[in-house]
């Protein structure tokens, strides 16, 4: 069985098209928690193949995207405040 990686993706792309479509990629991963930011799970063997996508997403200065990593020990400390519970977060990794 593969290992699965959880990470935090933040990213700020200037072109609405670009953004767009980055959007949808990460969806495929993860769920969206704010605007510009994704709490996706990406399996061990997949990790190549996501950060090739992702690093194609990139088309112009300035462009940015930040991948955190997420260990178990992480998770267990991370705090949701305010509406976070009409979403689907607090099913998503548990």
Do not use: C, H
């Not at 959007?23 to 190549?48: H, M, P």
């Amino acid at each position: 069985m593969s290992r699965v990686e959880k990470f935090v993706v933040i990213y700020d792309i200037k072109n609405n098209k670009n953004r767009v479509r980055l959007a949808r990629l990460l969806f495929e991963y993860g769920i969206r928690t704010q605007l510009s930011v994704f709490e996706v799970e990406v399996k061990e063997k997949e990790y190549r193949r996501f950060m090739k996508l992702i690093g194609r997403k990139i088309k112009s200065n300035g462009d940015k995207i930040y991948i955190y990593p997420l260990d178990d020990k992480s998770l267990k400390r991370v705090k949701r405040l305010g509406d976070w519970k009409n979403s689907i977060i607090s099913d998503f990794f548990i």
